[in-house]
């Protein structure tokens, strides 16, 4: 896929080494929200809506619970970039931070 680039390999605590990849996603939308705390209203927030056929379809997964009895729940891959500092049309502050999807969730 000319999509999809091989990232050199990146050295991690506990790992020898860990392989990625460099995926172009294709936008579809941004959520905007506020970062809300105790003592104020926050920071504006821009979540990046994306999608990629580089990310998993949504699939049922079994597993054991608590008591060890076997549940079935559903798995969303998701790939999430670092929080950013960014602006926003008025030129104000803001945070953004980008998801990537299957296009199996937007559709």
Do not use: W
Not at 4 to 9: D, H, Y
Not at 42 to 49: P, R, T, Y
Not at 65 to 75: F, I, P, R, S, T
């Amino acid at each position: 896929m000319s999509a999809i680039e091989e990232l050199p390999s990146i050295a991690l605590p506990g790992d020898t080494h860990q392989e990625g990849v460099l995926i172009q996603p294709v936008p579809c939308y941004v959520i905007k929200t506020k970062l809300r705390s105790a003592d104020a209203d926050g920071d504006k927030l821009f979540i990046n809506v994306a999608s990629s056929n580089a990310i998993a379809a949504p699939s049922t997964k079994k597993r054991l619970d608590a008591e060890g009895k076997e549940v079935e729940g559903l798995n969303v891959p998701v790939s999430v970039g670092s929080i950013r500092s960014c602006t926003d049309k008025a030129g104000k502050p803001a945070l953004a931070i980008d998801v990537i999807v299957s296009p199996k969730i937007i559709q």
